[in-house]
């Protein structure tokens, strides 16, 4: 809890002001560290997941078959490059096919939000809570859309 608290702090003096709609904060810095020692292939994965990704809950739902087909690329890389993505803490797995994207490295919405979406993230690496009611939400919300 301590670190997750330095974390908020430190991002804290990072963000920009509350109310930007319609843009999306990246920061360049965690990003680049993160897409520093993937290949040409494994940047289309991440490429992908930065797209696809649910704006409102930072989520990804597809499997490693799935973008391989749409990328372009085999699905042995894909799943080696989602488990170095994993690994670098870029993504975490938050059920099979579903994965989150941390709201540190990109984030479309407000800052409270953001700061609920990061403390899931934290909490979805430790493996504890998963937040089902709203990953529930979510995914009906992607099948009829």
């Known amino acids: ?10 991002l804290k003096k990072t963000t920009e002001p509350e109310r930007k709609f319609g843009w999306e ?6 990003l680049l560290d993160t897409l520093d020692v993937i290949t040409n292939k494994g940047f289309k994965v991440a490429k992908y997941l930065l797209s696809k990704r649910i704006r409102s809950e930072n989520l990804v739902v ?25 690994a670098s803490n870029f993504i975490v797995q938050v059920q099979k096919g579903v994965y989150r ?8 919405g407000s800052e ?34």
């Open 1 to 10: 809890m301590r670190k997750l608290l330095l974390r908020l702090k430190r």
């Open 25 to 30: 904060a990246v920061w360049l810095g965690m």
């Open 62 to 86: 597809a499997t490693a078959k799935k973008i391989a087909k749409e990328t372009g690329v085999s699905e042995s890389t894909v799943k080696r490059v989602m488990k170095h993505l994993i």
């Open 101 to 108: 994207v941390d709201p540190a490295i990109i984030w479309r």
């Open 112 to 145: 409270s939000k953001r700061q609920a979406i990061l403390i899931a993230f934290e909490k979805e690496k430790k493996g504890k809570g998963k937040e089902e009611e709203t990953l529930k939400n979510t995914i009906t919300e992607v099948r009829y859309e």
